[in-house]
């Protein structure tokens, strides 16, 4: 079955400054799509950035990209230029290609941005 | 703004009360999700509707019961729940490409 574990608890960064979150994956699929979600204090769920497996190249969405090394299974999210709306919960999401459209969700880690 | 659309926002009820949550996206997707979500958790599946399938999650308990009436509707029929039934109920829907989340109800159960 596949797993999805994000290690760090919490995690805090001073605004402006780059910080990086992880996140690790267990699958024996060989295709399948990762992504982070952004959980702000108003719970709104927000897909952040979105990895096909199958695609070498990191994907980037303006401040935030990731480090994808599909043969470690991880895949971290690093936050650039940090900004107080950044924080809120962050979770590491898996799909895989098979058809069950159902996704796993990492236990989720919250930053904390300080002025 | 979401494009999937939750009502209502807040409901509070009690144990021996029906009533029904409603969730309805506007972008053709063919997968629907309820999920449950208890503070500073991830979300917990429910029950998927894929392509008119549904998928249950096996350990939500049958006072939970989901209705898609058409592909861009899905319901959940809640009934004599318990208050640890008190939770953030969130709808999404996918085309496989990532999950697209309505804002939530806000469920307490008295």
Not at chain 1, 11 to 19: I, Y
Request: aromatic share 12%; hydrophobic share 30%.
């Amino acid at each position: 079955a596949q797993t999805v574990t994000q290690s760090q608890p919490e995690m805090s960064v001073q605004e402006a400054e780059t910080v990086t979150l992880s996140c690790t994956y267990d699958t024996s699929e060989s295709d399948y799509y990762l992504f982070w979600y952004k959980q702000p204090p108003s719970r709104q769920m927000i897909l952040v950035i979105r990895q096909e497996a199958y695609k070498q190249q990191n994907a980037t969405e303006n401040r935030f990209s990731v480090n994808f090394q599909k043969a470690a299974k991880s895949f971290s999210l690093k936050i650039s230029d940090s900004q107080l709306g950044d924080a809120a919960m962050y979770f590491c999401a898996y799909r895989d290609t098979s058809g069950t459209y159902k996704y796993i969700f990492g236990t989720g880690t919250r930053l904390k941005v300080l002025a | 703004d979401t494009e999937v659309t939750q009502t209502p926002k807040h409901l509070v009820m009690g144990m021996t009360n029906k009533k029904s949550l409603k969730c309805e996206q506007h972008m053709g997707h063919r997968a629907m999700y309820w999920y449950k979500q208890k503070a500073k958790k991830p979300p917990e599946l429910m029950f998927v509707y894929s392509y008119e399938k549904l998928s249950i999650n096996e350990s939500v308990p049958s006072r939970f019961s989901p209705e898609c009436p058409n592909s861009s509707l899905l319901n959940l029929h809640l009934h004599a729940l318990q208050p640890e039934d008190s939770a953030l109920y969130l709808c999404a829907s996918s085309q496989g490409q990532g999950l697209f989340f309505g804002s939530g109800t806000q469920l307490s159960v008295l």
